[in-house]
Nanobody
Framework: QVQLVESGGGLVQAGGSLRLSCAAS????????TGWFRQAPGKEREFVSA????????YYAESVKGRFTISRYNAKNTVYLQMNSLKPEDTAVYYC??????????????????WGQGTQVTVSS
């Protein structure tokens, strides 16, 4: 079992920055893909970014490419999402999730086994 706890959400003005953290416990994430997803009110959950723990390959949705950066800190078993140049349309609950490395090749659409409780990000205009 993997437990995931997100933190770092909040209220920020458009153009501002936030850094989300996803702390994992129970297992190390060495053999996992860790992803960030978000869900805005009235919308379906969407993929934001993902990182393959071993090797560090990263993936981004087109809507956040160039503005968001995903990274990991092995010693803390934690994944971060640095969000810059935030826009009102980035407002959502952000979730981190983990899936075994062997699950599949499409990090945006494959099934993730473990999910955090979510953290609210609100960007005011």
């Amino acid at each position: 079992q993997v437990q995931l706890v997100e933190s770092g959400g909040g209220l920020v003005q458009a153009g501002g920055s936030l850094r989300l953290s996803c702390a994992a416990s129970g297992r190390t994430l060495n053999n996992y893909i860790t992803g960030w997803f978000r869900q805005a009110p009235g919308k379906e959950r969407e993929f934001v970014s993902a990182i393959i723990w071993s090797g560090g390959s990263t993936y981004y949705a087109e809507s956040v490419k160039g503005r968001f950066t995903i990274s990991r800190y092995n010693a803390k078993n934690t994944v971060y999402l640095q969000m810059n140049s935030l826009k009102p349309e980035d407002t959502a609950v952000y979730y981190c999730a983990a899936a075994p490395l062997t699950r599949g090749v499409n990090v945006a659409t494959m099934k993730y086994d473990y999910w955090g409780q979510g953290t609210q990000v609100t960007v005011s205009s």
